[in-house]
Structure formats: C-alpha cells, structure tokens
C-alpha cells in the first residue's frame, strides 16, 4: 500500500511539475499585442502600408535572457499576382529552426486571412515582406544583427530580392526559387502588357543580382518539376561572376517539396550557424552537407531512384 502511496505522489508531482513547465512556455514571450496560440507560440500583427498584417511568432525557451538569432520564414503557394496563404502546413518548417534556439517568425500577406489590403499593391508581396523583416527585427528576444530569412518556391523569390534591397538579413536561403520571372511565364508573353513585362523583368532577382547584400544559400532538386533546375544554375552562376558569397547545393533526384524539407531546410540551419560563428561556410558545411546528401541517397525509395 505505501508503494502504491508512494508512486501515486510521485505521479502527481511530475504532472503538476510537467502543467507549471508548460504554463511558463505559454508565458515566456507574452506582451503587448501578443496572443497565445500554443506553448512558445504567438499570434502577433506587423504594420505593412496602411495595414495590419497577421503573423505567428515563435520564441524558444531561454531567448528572455538573452537577444536570440531569428529566422523570418515567408509562406509559399503564390507568385507575383497571387498572394501565398498562411496555414497550419508551414509549421513543420519552422520547427528545425525553433529546435536551434532561433525565435522564428512566419508572416502572411495583404490579400489574406482577415489582412484585408490589395496585394497587387505590394510590388510582388516584397512590401510586406520588407515590413515583416522591419518588426522582426524590433522584437525585445531578437538580435537584430542576425536576422535570416528563408523561402521556398515563390517565397524564395522574394526572400533573395529581400536580400537585395534591405540590410537587415545577416544571410538567406532560398529553396527551389524563380529567379527569371520573364523565363517562367515566356508562353504567355505574347498576351501581356509592356507594364506587365516590366514588372517581371523588376521582380526578378536575376536582374537584380549585383545588388545582392548578403550570402545566399540555394538548393533545388534536380528532378523539380514545379521550378526547373536552371533557374537557379542561372542565378548561382551570376552570383558567382560577381563574387557574390553564393552556396549552390542541387539534391539529386530531389523533387520540389520534400528536397526543402528533408535537405534544403537542415541544409540552412547549418548554413546559418555557419555565418553566425565565421562569417562564411567552413569544412564543417562541407561535411554536413555530403553526409546529407549521402543520407538521403541511401533511404530514397527505390522507385524514386
């Protein structure tokens, strides 16, 4: 019976211990204009023009004590016309990056959820995504001289023109992106406007490479169907022409979605650590990143071969 006793108090400790440890979470990171949406996890609006933009903001434990890095992740599933939506999707993408001790933030555009605003005033969604990297950087957790931004798809599009016309990302990584807005929509050229196809040519980081700010991180698999793979051999090609510190890592059979989450988004935890502490890739880079690829090499499924 006392062992019965025993276990039973020791149970009950744990569970009140286990409930205070997960009320604490909830509470780290509370302030003003902040909503609790889970343990570490908040609903924060940041200003874009004339309006106020949803987004959810992470914090790890123990960035209270000390500014953290941060990475602002930006949705994807739009293009220059058609806003991205937030949704529950993005969360396995953010996780690798809280795990790393990073306060990590996902934004949304004009145009969605309850945002209101019209999107096709917002250069291509890089104004909102301009003010979203703006109030990352003002939060009390975050070290606003590490700041990183990451996107995959269309967000990788605008998360290397971010890294062209601001100061603040420290470093970027871009999955699968449309770097030649005019290439991707070359069959439907004929029926657009002069207006139009200067609006391409302007939101393509392409053109824009020489005026690339900060190291650049892309990947693309090489079986990418959505984004083909010459789209970012044009952009590591003319990064490197201009002596732009460029990594270019291709994932050998890698399709468009799970080549970002099985290699692109560790790929950029390491990359990141990496600047932090050098200021440049290292062997250490080097060798996560052909353990990695040799990794998924050998657990790829044989009709994936």
């Not at 990418?224 to 050998?252: G, H, N, Y």
């Not at 062997?283 to 040799?294: A, H, I, T």
């Amino acid at each position: 019976m006392r062992k019965l006793l025993t276990l039973f108090f020791v149970l009950t400790v744990l569970s009140l211990a286990s409930l205070f440890a997960q009320e604490a979470d909830k509470k780290q990171g509370e302030g003003p204009g902040r909503v609790v949406v889970g343990r570490r996890w908040f609903l924060v609006q940041f200003p874009s023009g004339t309006r106020k933009l949803i987004a959810w903001l992470f914090v790890p434990r123990g960035s209270e004590k000390s500014p953290a890095a941060a990475v602002l992740r930006i949705p994807a599933g739009g293009n220059l016309f058609k806003p991205a939506v937030l949704g529950l999707g993005t969360v396995p993408e953010v996780e690798p990056y809280v795990s790393a001790g990073y306060v990590t933030m996902v934004m949304s555009f004009r145009g969605t959820l309850d945002n209101g605003g019209d999107f096709s005033r917002s250069r291509g969604g890089l104004d909102d995504v301009l003010a979203a990297a703006e109030f990352l950087k003002k939060q009390p957790e975050v070290d606003p001289k590490n700041i990183f931004v990451a996107g995959h798809s269309s967000a990788a599009s605008l998360t290397l023109r971010l890294a062209q016309v601001s100061d603040i990302p420290r470093a970027v990584a871009a999955f699968s992106p449309v770097v030649d807005w005019t290439e991707r929509y070359s069959k439907r050229l004929k029926d657009v406007s002069d207006e139009t196809r200067k609006f391409l040519t302007e939101s393509s980081s392409l053109t824009h490479a020489g005026e690339t700010k900060c190291p650049v991180l892309l990947t693309h698999g090489t079986a990418d169907r959505m984004v083909p793979l010459s789209q970012s051999e044009s952009l590591a090609a003319k990064l490197r022409e201009l002596k732009k510190p460029c990594e270019f890592v291709t994932i050998p059979e890698g399709d468009h979605y799970y080549s970002m989450l099985r290699a692109g988004i560790p790929l950029s935890v390491a990359y990141f650590s990496e600047i932090r502490e050098h200021g440049k890739t290292t062997k250490l880079f080097e060798q996560f990143r052909e353990n990695l690829l040799k990794k998924l090499a050998e657990t790829m499924e044989p009709k994936q071969k």
